[in-house]
């Protein structure tokens, strides 16, 4: 069965640092993956998500992602942290039970921006 | 504009009572959704549904119950076998197996 591992339940950063957020994944076919994003109780925006193709994947508000298969990772990056990036992350990777358009969550990564 | 609405934001319940939650979209997605979200522990599955007056259960589907009617609307029901039912759930939709898009959520409260 697929799982999503999300290394760290907190991250903190300065503004202006690098932001890194680590997804790994389990999955014995090729796998869709996905970054979401979720602001104090709202509901989780689409960051970017990697399908097929092109392995570093550019999604909205400057973060990007590498798919590397031999690492079965899928980290978030983003050169520099403002503070609206503080919010939670989650990864998430596609079900291959069948279950077509289902997805498999990690538990979150809560992201600190310090001024 | 194209999106899911979620209704109410807050509920409150009291214990023993069963409610509903609603969920609509006009994104004309076949594939609907409901989540649980607690602190800590991601998002858990309680129903999906591929297509019309067809579900499915989740990870955690005691103490909930779906009905999926129409294309658009896919409401859940909390029932007072739900041991523990305070939470933020989230519906969600897809017309394939590539994206979920989600509504903004209802936090559930039980009194």
């Known amino acids: 069965a697929q799982s999503v591992t999300q290394l760290g339940s907190h991250v903190s950063v300065s503004e202006g640092a690098l932001v890194l957020l680590r997804c790994n994944y389990s999955?014995?076919?090729?796998?869709?993956l996905f970054w979401y994003v979720q602001y104090p109780n709202q509901g989780l925006q689409l960051l970017l998500k990697?399908?097929?193709?092109?392995?570093l994947v550019k999604g909205i508000n400057g973060f990007e992602a590498e798919f590397k298969k031999s690492e079965t990772s899928f980290h978030l990056t983003k050169p520099s942290a403002h503070m609206s990036d503080a919010a939670e992350y989650f990864c998430?990777?596609?079900?291959?039970?069948?279950?077509?358009?289902?997805?498999?969550f990690g538990k979150g990564t809560k992201l600190s921006v310090k001024p | 504009d194209g999106g899911i609405t979620q209704s109410p934001k807050y509920l409150f319940r009291k214990e023993g009572q069963n409610v509903t939650l609603s969920c609509e979209q006009n994104?004309?997605?076949?594939?609907m959704y409901w989540y649980r979200q607690d602190p800590g522990q991601g998002l858990r599955l309680i129903y999906y549904?591929?297509?019309?007056?067809?579900?499915q259960k989740g990870d955690i589907a005691e103490g909930y119950s779906v009905s999926r009617e129409k294309k658009e609307s896919f409401p859940l029901t909390v029932t007072s076998a739900q041991k523990n039912p305070t939470a933020f759930y989230l519906c969600?939709?897809?017309?394939?197996?590539?994206?979920?898009?989600f509504g903004p959520g209802t936090r559930l409260t039980v009194l």
């Open positions: 969600a939709s897809s017309s394939r197996a590539d994206e979920q898009f």
């Open positions: 999955s014995s076919v090729p796998p869709y």
């Open positions: 990697y399908t097929t193709g092109a392995t």
């Open positions: 998430a990777v596609s079900d291959e039970s069948g279950s077509q358009g289902n997805l498999i």
């Open positions: 994104l004309n997605h076949d594939a």
């Open positions: 549904s591929q297509i019309v007056n067809d579900f």
